[in-house]
């Protein structure tokens, strides 16, 4: 199920990353599809495809088993100690299915947010285009290569990785037809480039930024949804 609505939506997900990054005022959701479609083809609207299903298959899975696991144990400490624990019939009260939806919630984010990040960046490495004054001489230095990132990026700072970075990165780039730059170098070349190239350039802790924001949106939501499945299910007479 998570891997049908994730490649039924994908291309929505996708524009709407490079919106969020986008510095230009006039980018509406149709004239970035076009842009995409135009310099990249029906398959740029899927980059980061391969990390973004089996992340989704594995937020799915871990989330409801999960789910299922805490409820199980709710029920049965419900049972042992039925002058502690509220009356519920047999089943678990509002706190208690919040709380497993909750932590279910967390559990499934944490499992599959490292290929959330490899997703992400495929998705928006394709839309920084190169400063064309870096590609006129093989002699570019590191300081035009610091202008030229500052033009690409003005307003991310340049961090140790771009740093190390040089125009031989660049030329080479563009003579393989990527005219693109990106914050973290030479451009992914796939799911798996970009795992490995992100542990061992990065890492392990970059597989997990962001997480703690995530976590901020994610808990509650799926605490929440859980609990309004709950409901549902209760209002036909099922358990």
């Known amino acids: 199920a998570g891997a049908t609505s994730e490649l039924a939506l994908y291309p929505l997900d996708l524009v709407t990353g490079r919106m969020i990054v986008s510095q230009?005022?006039?980018?509406?959701?149709?004239?970035?599809?076009?842009?995409?479609?135009?310099k990249e083809g029906i398959p740029?609207?899927?980059?980061?495809?391969?990390?973004?299903?089996?992340?989704?298959?594995?937020?799915?899975?871990?989330?409801?088993?999960?789910?299922?696991?805490?409820?199980?144990?709710?029920?049965?400490?419900?049972a042992a100690h039925p002058a502690q624990g509220p009356d519920t019939g047999g089943g678990t009260s509002t706190l208690q299915t919040l709380?497993?939806?909750?932590?279910?919630?967390?559990?499934?984010m944490t499992a599959s947010f490292p290929m959330n990040v490899v997703r992400r960046r495929l998705q928006v490495q394709g839309m920084h285009e190169v400063d064309p004054s870096a590609l006129t001489s093989s002699s570019s230095t590191n300081v035009d290569m610091k202008k030229s990132r500052r033009k690409v990026?003005?307003?991310?700072?340049?961090?140790?990785?771009?740093?190390?970075?040089?125009?031989k990165d660049v030329l080479r780039?563009?003579?393989?037809?990527?005219?693109?730059?990106?914050p973290w170098g030479r451009p992914y070349q796939g799911c798996y480039d970009a795992s490995v190239r992100i542990l061992t350039e990065e890492g392990l802790g970059s597989f997990f930024r962001g997480w703690t924001a995530m976590t901020l949106r994610i808990v509650p939501a799926s605490g929440f949804s859980f609990l309004g499945y709950e409901w549902i299910k209760r209002s036909f007479g099922e358990e």
Request: aromatic share 10%; hydrophobic share 35%; proline share 2%.
């Open 24 to 38: 230009s005022k006039s980018n509406s959701l149709l004239r970035m599809i076009r842009q995409v479609v135009h």
């Open 44 to 78: 740029g609207l899927y980059s980061g495809i391969g990390a973004s299903v089996p992340g989704s298959m594995v937020y799915t899975g871990v989330s409801f088993y999960s789910y299922d696991t805490l409820k199980i144990a709710c029920k049965r400490y419900n």
């Open 99 to 108: 709380g497993c939806g909750m932590a279910a919630g967390w559990a499934g």
């Open 153 to 167: 990026f003005p307003q991310t700072k340049l961090n140790s990785h771009l740093r190390q970075a040089t125009s």
């Open 173 to 182: 780039n563009a003579k393989m037809g990527e005219q693109f730059l990106v």
